[in-house]
């Protein structure tokens, strides 16, 4: 199994049929992220999929910082897909001007021994994922993980399509503090469990980036 590694702050990559784009957010941002945490936020864990402690949803201050900070790169990761999804004869026109839609967004409070089944996100285009903090500890639990030949501890797993001699059907990532992963709605992903005491806080957003 191989684990995918960033090689910069921004990368777009496609390790199957779908594109996956790769941002290092700033640490700035992190930190109010953070910070939102502590507010009185309403918990919607009973209606999502996740078997974790808390799901919290975004007050708009969280929102305007989430845009506002990831609006120049997912630009990108949509000039980049029509790109290659057109051979390289299609981009965003440069004269019209474009938005992001936050449709929902909010922190996944994840802590030992809690996971996210399989699923997909539905009511958008775009979903993604922000790392807030992990565990102290972890990475000890990481190294030990490694020695298997299938490490999933903790890890995000994306599926898509068929296993085969010429494909790949399965994109394991290592959360780090501060990567964002941006993908389409309709790529299947889950949260493997993890077993060293704390909490491993994330945030996922559904989008519609439009005209």
């Not at 109010?32 to 502590?38: A, D, Y």
């Not at 980049?80 to 026109?93: A, F, H, Q, W």
């Not at 001699?165 to 992963?181: A, I, M, R, W």
């Amino acid at each position: 199994m191989t684990i995918f590694t960033p090689a910069s702050d921004k990368q777009f990559f496609s390790p199957f049929g779908p594109t996956v784009g790769y941002f290092k957010m700033p640490n700035l941002m992190v930190d109010k992220l953070n910070s939102s945490v502590e507010k009185n936020l309403s918990d919607h864990s009973n209606r999502l999929v996740g078997k974790v402690s808390e799901e919290l949803s975004f007050d708009n201050e969280s929102k305007k910082i989430a845009g506002d900070n990831l609006i120049n790169f997912i630009t990108e990761y949509h000039s980049y897909t029509k790109l290659r999804n057109s051979m390289n004869k299609e981009d965003l026109d440069p004269t019209e001007k474009y938005k992001l839609e936050i449709i929902s967004a909010w922190f996944v409070r994840q802590y030992e021994n809690e996971y996210n089944p399989l699923h997909i996100h539905t009511g958008c285009t775009l979903s993604c994922v922000g790392y807030l903090s992990l565990p102290e500890g972890i990475e000890n639990e990481w190294e030990d993980d490694y020695k298997n030949h299938y490490p999933a501890n903790g890890h995000i797993n994306f599926a898509h399509g068929t296993h085969g001699s010429h494909s790949c059907s399965n994109f394991l990532v290592k959360p780090q503090v501060g990567d964002f992963y941006i993908f389409p709605s309709y790529l299947s992903h889950c949260v493997y469990p993890f077993y060293t005491p704390g909490e491993r806080r994330s945030f996922s957003m559904n989008m519609i980036f439009s005209k």
